[in-house]
Every structure is written in structure tokens, then in C-alpha cells.
């Protein structure tokens, strides 16, 4: 390949640790070439890291994570390349932050009821203020409030054993929502469903399928956490459904062990078609987009 890719990150304005402006220097440290930031149900990121980068520096496509549900299990679709504006993509990307501010309640409420964990009014602003709270910034409240050691032991020890009914978006909204954007739908590690769940053979097939009927355009193939024989199944899975295939690493920062660029994709080996198509696909609609807006 001609350089690194990296397409599925997080920073601050999810659950990530690293600021916009921390993650395009070290986006630029390790080498990749063309990459996305994903915030899950965020997309606040995408244009702040636009305007820092200028001629020569790494591309970057416009990214977004939602989480999503229906009966038959739970995913999370990767948008690409879509118009950060548009009200389509905002839609989605609201009603999971909502959702979101419902959970951090409910765990709140658990917290305090099961160990009487409370936090100053002024903390519950600063949690409800986050574009997207979650476990990790509640798990930083308890480590300073002397509640836990660690953020991985508040979230272990406590925040896990709360278990309460939850609403997600919908895939076949959050697909919706992308494509009415102008973007790509793409499911991210496909091969992992809920928790600890590994989806395989004929189930991980049929999830595909019903999902290509939404409009899914993509699978994210090369993972951090694939092992070869679910990688080449997945790959597999895009030659036989005509679908793109993308690389992410889904980086952190401090709170987990991935780094940028580990997405187990060979830089000396042929490249996938699929993920050949996609970058071309997305080169020529940024050459477009940078052509419109010079004339």
C-alpha cells in the first residue's frame, strides 16, 4: 500500500481519551495516510480535525459510530464520507445521544442505590454536558471521588453489574441516516456481536444479507481484534455480497490496548479489491467535493 490507513477511532467527544488535536498529531507520528475519526453517535470531531489539517497532511473522511439494536441482536454501523451537516446524519446521531443521556441515569440510579455512590451537582452537569457520557466518564467521577482505583475497576466492578432494559437506534435508521448524508454504511466488526458474542458461519451470513437490504455497503474486514480465520471470513462475506471492505484499528487511547494503524492489515501484501474500490470510491468524491469548492 501506498501508506497506512486507519478508519475507525475515537477521541474525547465519545470514548476516546485523546483530544482532535492530540489524535491528528499522532495520526501523523504513526505514518497513516488516510484515516477516520468514528465517535460513537458524534460526528462534533469531523470538522474540528478538518480545519487543523492543510496541503500534505494526512486525508481524512468524514467518520461516525452508531450503536444500534433490533430483535435479532445488536450492531454498530460505521458511516464514511458522508456531509457532517446534514439532517439526516444528525437525526441518528440526536436520538443515540439520547439514549445515551437515558443510560448514564439508570447507572447513576444503580450505582447510588447498590453503594451509595453520589456525586456533587456540579459532576452530574459536567457528565451531562459531554457530547457523549458514558461508562468511562462516569468511572472517572468514582476514581475522583475516591469510589474506585482505576477507571477499569469502576467499570468492571460496578458499572458492569448494572443491568437494565436499553433503547438503540434501529440499523436499519442508522444505515438510513447515513445514506441520506451522501455516505457509506459500513458494519464494524462484524464478527462480534453483544459482549462477548462471536457471530460466525450461516448466522453472520444472514445478519449481512438482511442488513444489504437496508442499504449496507461495507464490511470493516481488517480489525484489531481479528484473528486471520474470522478475518478471511469476513472478506470472504464482501466478494460475495459485492460490498467494500475498510481497516480500522478502534482506538482509544489510554483505555485500551489498540493502537493506531493495528488493524491486521498487511502493508506488503495485494490489497482487497473491496478495499481497493472504497479508497478509490472516496478519493474521487473528495477530489469532487475540493473541485466544487474552488469553483
Not at 51 to 63: A, E
Not at 132 to 141: Q, W
Not at 188 to 201: C, D, E, Y
Request: hydrophobic share 35%.
Amino acid at each position: 500500500m501506498a501508506h497506512k490507513i486507519d478508519l475507525h477511532m475515537h477521541t474525547v467527544v465519545s470514548d476516546g481519551t485523546d483530544t482532535p488535536e492530540e489524535i491528528v498529531g499522532k495520526v501523523k507520528a504513526a505514518g497513516i495516510g488516510l484515516f477516520a475519526v468514528t465517535d460513537h453517535d458524534a460526528v462534533g470531531a469531523c470538522e474540528t480535525i478538518g480545519r487543523l489539517l492543510g496541503k500534505g497532511d494526512p486525508v481524512l473522511i468524514t467518520g461516525v459510530e452508531f450503536s444500534c439494536s433490533d430483535e435479532l441482536g445488536k450492531y454498530h454501523i460505521l458511516g464514511y464520507e458522508f456531509d457532517p451537516n446534514s439532517p439526516a446524519v444528525l437525526r441518528v446521531a440526536q436520538e443515540g445521544h439520547a439514549f445515551r443521556l437515558k443510560k448514564v441515569k439508570k447507572r447513576l440510579d444503580f450505582i447510588e442505590e447498590e453503594f451509595g455512590f453520589r456525586f456533587s451537582a456540579d459532576e452530574v452537569a459536567w457528565l451531562f454536558s459531554r457530547d457523549n457520557p458514558g461508562k468511562p466518564h462516569i468511572a472517572h467521577l468514582m476514581v475522583q471521588n475516591g469510589y474506585a482505583h482505576s477507571v477499569k475497576t469502576a467499570i468492571e466492578t460496578y458499572l458492569d453489574r448494572a443491568h437494565f432494559p436499553t433503547e438503540y437506534v434501529r440499523p436499519e435508521e442508522a444505515i438510513a441516516g447515513i445514506l441520506g448524508g451522501g455516505g457509506i454504511p459500513v458494519l464494524a466488526h462484524p464478527a462480534f456481536g453483544s459482549g462477548n458474542q462471536t457471530v460466525r458461519g450461516a448466522e453472520l451470513r444472514s445478519r449481512i444479507a438482511r442488513l444489504r437490504e437496508y442499504g449496507l455497503a461495507g464490511l470493516e474486514v481488517f480489525y484489531s481484534g481479528f484473528p486471520e480465520e474470522i478475518r478471511a471470513e469476513v472478506l470472504a462475506l464482501t466478494e460475495e455480497f459485492g460490498l467494500y471492505a475498510t481497516a480500522g484499528s478502534d482506538y482509544h487511547g489510554s483505555t485500551k490496548p489498540i493502537e493506531l494503524g493495528d488493524t491486521g492489515l498487511d502493508e506488503d501484501a495485494d490489497v482487497p479489491e473491496g478495499l481497493a474500490r472504497f479508497i478509490r470510491d472516496v478519493k474521487k468524491h473528495n477530489d469532487t467535493n475540493s473541485a466544487n469548492s474552488r469553483g
